[in-house]
């Protein structure tokens, strides 16, 4: 993917549009450690996020609504 280096205030940056931030399962505030190769190569690798108490309760409540049947079944 071919990608511009872009002016931003007195550094410069290369925007993510959202499909790429999708695909790399990053959001803005996210952090990444950034590594710099021999050869010029610069790696981006997002580091572990942790979630949020109110996403983990959100994707609980949702499995326990979807498999509401089962969960009565196994209790």
Known sequence: MKKKISKIGNSH???FDSTVMELARLRAGDEVNLEIHSTGAITLTPLDP??????VSDAIEDVMKRYAQTMQRLA
């Open 50 to 55: 942790k979630r949020k108490n109110a996403e």
């Open 13 to 15: 940056g290369i925007i």
